[in-house]
């Protein structure tokens, strides 16, 4: 479904991505940790086409396409949907309206007619009570006054809504209590299917209990320098990150040998 | 028909003898079928215009723009209306299902011998010279008491050519049924200049709601020089919407002075669609305890258009609460300009005033200049201003986008966003719903001048 080659990003000229190679089959979740700074969400950025990230050498493909070429919407329209570590406040905008919009852009191109006022609204109904969304959210701006929980779980039901092919979580785990945490990730597993995958960011083990992934990379200064099954999780947890730097410097040296 | 007889365009540094000279000459007609309280008010009004001319230097308020330009143009001065088109046959209304009663003004004019309107309850509209014969106490009492003749050059020279304009009159305790809709109407095939006065009263205790429309249905230029009194009695209530939409050849220059009694409540909203240069002034005075006053404003410019709003709010009397909050948009070569004051006299103690301008830029060569200024003369008070001038909101466009809304659609909506703010303060929900639509379509770029004419003219 993605496949990552050899991808180097920068931002003002700064080098944050330097050789991502990554691939993910269709129903994969895949984890993706590191320390801060490491470039986790710089890879979120590149993946979604933030403006004024630049992609300085590398490729990404999605289902075969060139994801690079793509503007942000031709890439949601494709099958990408990124839940923001920080959702951004739009004053003004109702939640209605700003999903109204982006689920009938999305049928458009699907070569579908827009949905009428109460199929809507009934999709929105059910899609909200995945993610046990207030209804009174609805006809409120978008994340305008919402609590942190309430901003992710609104993500959630925008990916609900959207059912993308791929995901990623960005670090949707922060911010959120026990409960929260357990709604928007009971939300990510009952939206999961066959054909779609997710790719999970976060520093701390505790969102993979809930959302279990098949593979865990490490991202370290830039590149992915450790992959390995669910249990490399509580390992992280216990030793930290350190104990890769090591390993990293290792095979940095063993290269150049 | 009458007229003046301009050929020439008018030398700039002899603007004010060309209108005193013109007021001279056509005294007989401008003060014709009008009432005492009006034509003595004139002689004063012009002394002063003489003095100021449209404009006098210290005013900073025409620093933008060549004012004596404006005036100089030859524009036709018609000192007896115009024939007057059959409104409902011309006119289909922008702001749809609105039940309100309706009443047009055409450049300047009601239609001659058109009766005053006088509801059960007491409630009186009409043609402001009609009233100024028939209720000349109302007039002595209320006419010319708050425009501020002594500064401003215009309100002088609105004061001194005057002939006629809206008047309504809401008495004690009396409650106007519906909204009150007055459409005027800028038309003709020749470059025109109008100068009308409207006259609000609304007594204590009572409650109304107004709707001004400002239209241009020809291409001819125009410049419109108009004043605004209103009075708001003891507890009495008054919502004002003023919608405007002339054509980029029209000039519009109003002045509306507003005076709250106690514990009364005004909100007033500005929306400026469209129009070349547009000059707003609103002037409140909260003149006892306990008033609130509301005024919002949002105006949408582009190409070369220039729209000012000036406020000022006098809180005179403690326990006042005022809100003023202006949105812009502005786009290519526009021009934009915001300047509110708020003054706080000595021992309006517990007054509360906030004030807010916020503007979107999308043009590299739009330009805004804003300016609050406060004047707090008493201890106990609470005041806040606060300005923004910014460009859109790049981290909102990419949310939007990254959900599959394409880059010029998440544009509109974000600037449609901005507006609601402003429009939603409106709150008869007809009226808020059609202001919606005409903000929408405008930001589309959709809107025409011509959106409720039913004449095909060549434009």
């Keep these: ?257 | 028909m009458i007229k003046s007889t301009d050929d020439n365009i008018i030398q700039p540094e002899n603007l004010a003898d060309y209108f005193v000279n013109l007021y001279l000459s056509n005294m007989d007609l401008i003060c014709e079928n009008v009432g005492e309280a009006m034509n003595l008010a004139r002689s004063e009004a012009i002394e002063n215009f003489n003095i100021n001319s449209i404009y006098n230097h210290e005013n900073e308020k025409y620093k933008h723009i060549d004012i004596q330009k404006i005036f100089s143009h030859a524009y036709e001065k018609y000192f007896i209306p115009t024939a007057f088109q059959t409104a409902s046959d011309m006119f289909v209304c922008d702001v749809y299902d609105l039940i309100s009663h309706k009443i047009f003004l055409q450049n300047g004019f009601c239609r001659r011998n058109s009766k005053l309107t006088i509801l059960e309850n007491g409630v009186i509209y009409g043609s402001l010279a009609e009233a100024s014969i028939k209720y000349p106490e109302l007039f002595r009492q209320y006419y010319n008491k708050i425009a501020d003749n002594q500064n401003e050059g215009l309100v002088a020279l609105n004061t001194a050519f005057a002939q006629d304009g809206i008047f309504v009159y809401v008495p004690q305790n009396a409650v106007l049924d519906k909204p009150l809709q007055i459409t005027n109407i800028l038309l003709g095939e020749n470059d025109t200049m109008v100068q009308y006065r409207n006259l609000f009263i609304i007594e204590q205790n009572a409650q109304a709601n107004i709707l001004i429309c400002d239209n241009t249905f020809s291409d001819s230029k125009f410049l419109a020089n108009c004043v605004n009194e209103t009075f708001v009695g003891n507890a009495a209530h008054l919502e004002t919407v003023r919608l405007q939409n002339e054509h980029n050849h029209s000039n519009h220059f109003s002045f509306s002075y507003v005076k709250q009694e106690k514990g009364s409540a005004c909100t007033d909203n500005t929306i400026t669609l469209n129009g070349g240069v547009v000059c707003n002034n609103i002037s409140t005075l909260l003149d006892g305890e306990h008033c609130e006053n509301h005024t919002f404003g949002l105006f949408l410019v582009d190409r070369s258009q220039y729209v000012a709003n000036y406020t000022s709010v006098n809180h005179a009397a403690p326990h006042c609460t005022s809100n003023e909050h202006f949105k812009g948009i502005l786009d290519e070569n526009a021009t934009g300009i915001f300047k509110g004051k708020i003054l706080v006299s000595p021992h309006a103690d517990k007054t509360e005033a906030f004030q807010a301008n916020n503007n979107i830029m999308l043009s590299d060569t739009s330009r805004m200049f804003t300016r609050p200024q406060l004047e707090i003369y008493a201890d106990d008070v609470k005041c806040s201003h606060g300005v923004t001038t910014g460009r859109l909101d790049e981290d909102a466009l990419f949310y939007m986008r990254s959900r599959g809304i394409e880059n010029r659609r998440a544009q509109l909506l974000q600037l449609f966003g901005f507006a609601c703010d402003v429009i939603s303060k409106i709150s008869i929900e007809t009226l808020r719903n059609s202001v919606a639509d005409l903000v929408e379509k405008r930001l589309h770029g959709e809107l025409t001048q011509c959106i409720g004419c039913t004449y095909q003219c060549k434009k």
Excluded at chain 1, 73 to 79: D, F
Excluded at chain 1, 223 to 247: F, H, N, P, Q
Aim: no cysteine; glycine share 8%; hydrophobic share 40%.
């Design chain 1, 1 to 257: 479904m993605l496949k990552i080659k050899n991808l180097h990003a920068s931002i003002g000229g700064k080098e944050i991505l330097k050789g991502v190679n990554l691939s993910i089959n269709a129903g994969e979740i895949h984890a993706i940790m590191g320390p801060n700074g490491s470039g986790k969400s710089t890879l979120a950025a590149v993946l979604t086409g933030k403006p004024n990230y630049e992609v300085t050498e590398g490729e990404i493909l999605f289902n075969d396409k060139n994801l690079l070429t793509m503007p942000p919407e031709e890439r949601s329209h494709e099958g990408l949907f990124l839940s923001f570590q920080y959702p951004v406040e739009i004053p003004g905008v109702s939640n209605v309206n700003f999903m109204k919009a982006a689920l009938n852009e999305h049928r458009k191109h699907k070569g579908l007619e827009p949905l009428s006022a109460s199929e809507f609204l009934k999709l929105m109904r059910e899609k909200m009570a995945l993610v046990e969304i207030d209804s009174k959210l609805t006809n409120r701006s978008v994340n305008e006054g919402f609590s942190g929980g309430e901003k992710k779980r609104n993500e959630i039901f925008q990916m609900a809504m959207l059912e993308p092919k791929l995901s990623i979580l960005d670090e949707t785990d922060s911010g959120l209590d026990i409960d929260a945490l357990r709604i928007v990730a009971n939300g990510v597993n009952l939206l999961k299917r066959p054909d779609t995958s997710a790719i999970v960011i976060t520093h701390y083990q505790r969102l993979l209990n809930y959302i279990v992934p098949d593979v865990i990379h490490v991202l370290y200064n830039g590149k992915i320098v450790k992959t390995a099954g669910r249990e490399l999780a509580l390992e992280l947890e216990e030793k930290g990150y350190d104990w890769l730097k090591v390993e990293e410097i290792i095979d940095t040296s063993e290269m150049k040998n």
